[in-house]
């Protein structure tokens, strides 16, 4: 019962990210972009072009070029088959089935290089879940690749600003029982091999903003008393979240490795109090939240 209520679940996250983002257009309304992409003090005019066109079930056919003052400086493209070899049996699903659109931004990844990077995202017709990103960096006139990756999370997106840290920050999706679905912020290495994350300092993640990306946190409603501590370890005791108070979540630290059990969070509330939450991250063996923390839960509504 308790594996059928967490399939469940997880099929209402998955639902829910699709009522999101069908709130929240990601799509380019000219998809011009201006920026200093190399340091040079003079701002480039970047205009993409993607031209995805469906086929049929199994075929869709794409083009995307970008270019910079008027010159083209990137094209790709080719016919997408739902499998890689021709057939199920043959191999796995072509990475950019199902391709819908693409979009990029504008991101300062290394703040000591003189470069802005373009960070290219591919997404699905499907659910508008991402399929892919490209980073780009624009080089004595040229457009060049520096990382790509197809295996990173569906429910990701750009944070923006980054952390200017030589790492890309992504925003990946994360479900937390008692709170739903949080955003935390993820750095990766990039290459053209696939991008490798960077562990935190002492395993903290910062929460990131919801998928929206408009810089805005989620207020949760206390559930009950929550007691709060100066420390993560819980061992110093701050204060109490109370009954019906509003507080963000401004950090997650996981208790182990897979971050699959309970969890510490790092917590403001309105009032002003900071400090660590211990939170039960389970059900129990009716289905139901094993610790219910809030009233408003992530639900995507």
């Not at 499998?83 to 796995?92: A, I, R, V």
């Not at 990029?104 to 879940?129: C, G, H, M, T, W």
Request: charged share 30%; aromatic share 16%; glycine share 10%.
């Amino acid at each position: 019962m308790k594996k059928l209520w967490k399939a469940f679940l997880s099929g209402l996250f998955v639902l829910g990210f699709i009522v999101l983002i069908g709130t929240y257009s990601i799509k380019a309304e000219d998809n011009t972009l201006i920026a200093d992409l190399n340091g040079d003090g003079k701002e480039e005019i970047i205009y993409y072009e993607p031209n995805v066109k469906y086929l049929d079930d199994d075929k869709t056919d794409y083009t995307f070029k970008i270019t910079v003052d008027g010159k083209e400086v990137w094209s790709e493209g080719y016919l997408v088959d739902t499998y890689l070899n021709g057939s199920k049996e043959d191999g796995g699903y072509d990475p950019l089935y199902s391709l819908a659109y693409i979009y990029v931004e504008i991101a300062d990844i290394n703040p000591s290089d003189k470069y802005q990077e373009l960070v290219a995202s591919y997404y699905s017709a499907f659910n508008e879940s991402l399929l892919g990103m490209k980073i780009f960096r624009f080089k004595k006139g040229k457009l060049v690749l520096v990382g790509e990756d197809y295996h990173i999370s569906s429910y990701s997106y750009l944070v923006t600003p980054q952390k200017n840290n030589k790492y890309l920050t992504l925003g990946e999706d994360y479900w937390a029982v008692p709170f739903g679905c949080l955003w935390l912020k993820r750095d990766y290495k990039i290459s053209s091999e696939g991008f490798t994350e960077k562990a935190p300092k002492k395993g903290i993640y910062e929460v990131g903003p919801e998928f929206s990306n408009e810089g805005k946190g989620r207020k949760f409603k206390a559930a009950r008393n929550i007691k709060v501590f100066s420390d993560s370890g819980l061992t110093n005791f701050k204060g109490e979240i109370t009954k019906g108070q509003k507080f963000y979540v401004k950090k997650v630290k996981f208790l182990d490795e897979q971050g699959l059990g309970d969890f510490v969070a790092y917590i403001k509330t309105t009032s002003g109090l900071k400090g660590w939450i211990y939170v039960e991250n389970d059900y129990d063996d009716n289905g139901e939240i094993a610790d219910k923390l809030v009233t408003n839960p992530r639900w995507f509504a």
